[in-house]
């Protein structure tokens, strides 16, 4: 059973700093990659950053710059670094794990980032 644990949300204000992090248990397959995504109220979720297990890493232009997205193998852990907070970075952020095969994606619970003074 493929579980995925979020923490590390909350307030913070214009310009602040916030590192979410994702613990993932139960994988004991091939994964495609890791990636966070978010979704606002009344909007889509929308994909933020994903990273291979190669490294290789993609962000969404509106966050390039801003967020680094990055993964502790050892502790199946996956990261989301995020510096110069705006507040149209407020959202739910969830973390996403893609299965290589067969393909499937898992979700986690969410966490709430609030970017506010």
């Known amino acids: 059973q493929v579980q995925l644990v979020e923490s590390g949300g909350g307030l913070v204000q214009p310009g602040g700093s916030l590192r979410l992090s994702c613990a993932a248990s139960?994988?004991?397959?091939?994964?495609?990659?890791m990636g966070w995504y978010r979704q606002a109220p009344g909007k889509e979720r929308e994909l933020v950053a994903t990273?291979?297990?190669?490294?290789?890493?993609n962000y969404v232009d509106s966050v390039k710059g801003r967020f680094t997205i990055s993964r502790e193998s050892a502790r199946d852990t996956l990261y989301l670094q995020m510096s110069s907070l705006k507040p149209e970075d407020t959202a739910v952020y969830y973390c996403?794990?893609?299965?290589?095969?067969?393909?499937?994606?898992?979700w986690g619970q969410g966490t709430q980032v609030t970017v506010s003074s």
């Open positions: 996403n794990l893609e299965r290589t095969w067969p393909k499937a994606n898992f």
């Open positions: 139960g994988v004991t397959f091939s994964v495609n990659a």
């Open positions: 990273i291979t297990p190669g490294g290789n890493t």
